[in-house]
T-cell receptor, first 114, second 116 residues
Framework: AQSVTQLGSHVSVSEGALVLLRCNYS??????LFWYVQYPNQGLQLLLK??????LVKGINGFEAEFKKSETSFHLTKPSAHMSDAAEYFC????????????FGTGTQLKVEL | NAGVMQNPRHLVRRRGQEARLRCSPM?????VYWYRQLPEEGLKFMVY????????ESGMPKERFSAEFPKEGPSILRIQQVVRGDSAAYFC??????????????FGPGTRLTVL
């Protein structure tokens, strides 16, 4: 079964600094990976997804993620943090066994400080 | 194009009561997923439905929980005889089809259930 691990439940960065949120996956087959963002008391919004095309995936709001098979990683980055990026971020992997239910990591709360 | 709608947004029940959570998928979407988010945890898959069919309920507790997605109307997640451990945020997601694992799931705002 597929799974994802997010390292660091809380990350704090200064406004304008690099954002790096870590996600490692475990899968016996080529995975399909997603990053979602959740603002307080709201649903999840898709930031980007990897579907075995380009290994560097660009998403909304200036975020991107790189699929690295050798490291089994799919880290999320943004060159310059903005206050509005403060939210919880979830990495997820799609079940390749039929249907496409998502398995989520435990989330990383991003705090952006002035 | 309206997004995924869920109601109510907040629901308070006493132990032993029933909770009914509704989800209207995006227009044109015929696949619905329910997830549960416990405090300080990520989302956990519960059930996957198409119109009038339950496709995968491997994440549903065996007792007290049921889900349906009728031909007409919203999908319903029903929790009978709620207990305090059912307190969580319940999210619904929809996609246009479920046969392609790359299909994006669009999430609703969630229903936050509190059991007193």
């Amino acid at each position: 079964a597929q799974s994802v691990t997010q390292l660091g439940s809380h990350v704090s960065v200064s406004e304008g600094a690099l954002v790096l949120l870590r996600c490692n996956y475990s899968s016996s087959v080529p995975p399909y990976l997603f990053w979602y963002v959740q603002y307080p008391n709201q649903g999840l919004q898709l930031l980007l997804k990897y579907t075995s095309a380009a290994t560097l995936v660009k998403g909304i709001n200036g975020f991107e993620a790189e699929f690295k098979k050798s490291e089994t990683s799919f880290h999320l980055t943004k060159p310059s943090a903005h206050m509005s990026d403060a939210a919880e971020y979830f990495c997820a992997v799609s079940d390749t066994g039929g249907g496409n239910k998502l398995t989520f990591g435990t989330g990383t709360q991003l705090k952006v400080e002035l | 194009n309206a997004g995924v709608m869920q109601n109510p947004r907040h629901l308070v029940r006493r132990r032993g009561q029933e909770a009914r959570l509704r989800c209207s998928p995006m227009k044109g979407h015929s696949h619905v997923y329910w997830y549960r988010q416990l405090p300080e945890e990520g989302l956990k898959f519960m059930v996957y439905l198409q119109k009038e069919n339950i496709i995968d309920e491997s994440g549903m507790p065996k007792e007290r929980f049921s889900a349906e997605f009728p031909k007409e109307g919203p999908s319903i997640l029903r929790i009978q005889q709620v207990v305090r451990g059912d307190s969580a945020a319940y999210f619904c997601a929809s996609s246009p089809r479920g046969t392609r694992i790359t299909d994006t799931q669009y999430f609703g705002p969630g229903t936050r259930l509190t059991v007193l």
